[in-house]
């Protein structure tokens, strides 16, 4: 059996019907950017997470980017950002022209808490925590570090659709939420998407002037602004996606357990849950010092992984102006040696499932 370590076309089959009809009214419409569909699904998301206002941009990166200038963040600032996180976390940071001050993560992958405060300096002015492979952050003591140090709270959002921690969904913490619709997360569109939620009229008022040219008013250019708009197609399509994100995310999770009760090989550490949070398992990651043997033996048994990552940002080439260097975060770089992302996606089968699981228990 070929087992690839994503498919995303078993997300797009269950609701067809649903998809091809919003699809083909965008289409026979005559309005395909920024739109009455933008502004519904930008009202819909909202509701889904709690916050007031979601404003709809072109991907996550862009999300990300908006969100710290909104914030004034600026050259000769520091933002405390996870070291063992995708590199557009990153990038959000340093288009800004401010610096990262990476922290290591803890034994969920997630911004190590307690080891922030020391990353503050008088320099520092935002924290932003990535809620990797759909765990929630440990909210409670980040929030409250933010708080006593006066610093802005922004969370990466792309992989923690539907998360929460102690009750409350993630994005909905600090002072802005960013997220990714890229397809393959878990709330993805059929293109590059974004949204960014938040609890501040003018953040958000600024942000839809920001996405928009730099423009409020139609031709009245206020600030350079970016061209990072969300078309209609894709909103459209996030609006019937996003009426089935926690039956997907449900899913996914019978789906994990599946994998946490079948996985039996003491050469292979399986993920764990943080108390008071939750996961929509955007990835399923173990761990294991054998990793790339393992990648070798699944290879053979037609079964596809993926490293989430292979470089940290900070051993990257685009950040060696920062100067980083081997063994800086070494629990970054053990997580980049060991960690491996099984196949995992809607609409996968038993038998599948378990040809993965019989493999790995003989491995
Ligand atoms: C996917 C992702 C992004 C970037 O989103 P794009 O839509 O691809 O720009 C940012 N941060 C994290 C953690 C991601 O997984």
Redesign the pocket.
């Known amino acids: 059996m070929k087992i690839t370590a994503n498919r995303l076309d078993r997300g797009f089959e269950r609701y067809q019907e649903e998809f091809e009809e919003a699809a083909l009214k965008v289409l026979r419409s005559g309005w395909y950017v920024l739109g009455p569909s933008v502004e519904k699904f930008e009202q819909e998301f909202a509701s889904y997470t709690g916050v007031k206002y979601a404003v709809g941009v072109a991907?996550?990166?862009?999300a990300?980017i908006l969100a710290f200038r909104v914030l004034g963040i600026k050259e000769g600032d520091e933002v405390i950002v996870p070291a063992n996180?995708?590199i557009?976390?990153v990038m959000g940071v340093t288009i800004n022209g401010a610096t990262p001050v990476f922290v290591e993560p803890d034994e969920f992958h997630n911004i190590d808490a307690s080891r922030i405060e020391e990353a503050v300096t008088e320099n520092t002015k935002a924290v932003l925590v990535?809620h990797?492979y759909g765990q929630a952050c440990e909210m409670d003591r980040i929030t409250e570090i933010c708080r006593k140090h006066n610093l802005k709270l922004v969370e990466?959002c792309?992989?923690s659709h539907g998360a929460k921690y102690n009750g409350q969904m993630t994005g909905t913490f600090g002072d802005i939420g960013c997220f990714?619709?890229?397809p393959s997360?878990n709330l993805g569109a059929f293109g590059?998407?974004?949204a960014i939620v938040t609890n501040g009229e003018n953040y958000a008022a600024d942000l839809k002037m920001l996405r928009n040219y730099g423009s409020r008013k139609r031709y009245y250019f206020e600030e350079v602004g970016m061209n990072s708009r969300l078309d209609e197609m894709q909103a459209a399509l996030l609006s019937v996606r996003l009426k089935h994100l926690d039956e997907l995310n449900e899913e996914r999770e019978m789906l994990a357990n599946r994998y946490l009760t079948g996985i039996k090989n003491g050469k292979i550490i399986l993920p764990i849950i943080r108390k008071n949070a939750t996961t929509v398992w955007h990835q399923f990651v173990i761990t294991t010092s054998k990793r790339d043997e393992l990648i070798d033996y699944l290879k053979e048994k037609e079964i596809g992984s993926i490293i989430h990552y292979p470089i940290p940002p900070h051993l990257s080439e685009c950040y060696r102006n920062l100067n980083y260097k081997e063994g800086d975060f070494p629990v970054t770089e053990k997580d980049a040696h060991e960690v491996l992302s099984l196949p995992f996606y809607n609409g996968m089968t038993e038998e599948e499932q378990a040809y993965v699981i019989d493999a790995l228990n003989r491995f």
Not at 59 to 62: C, E, I
């Open positions: 991907s996550g990166l862009d990300l996180t995708y557009a976390s990535v990797l990466d792309a992989q990714s619709l890229y997360k590059d998407g974004g």
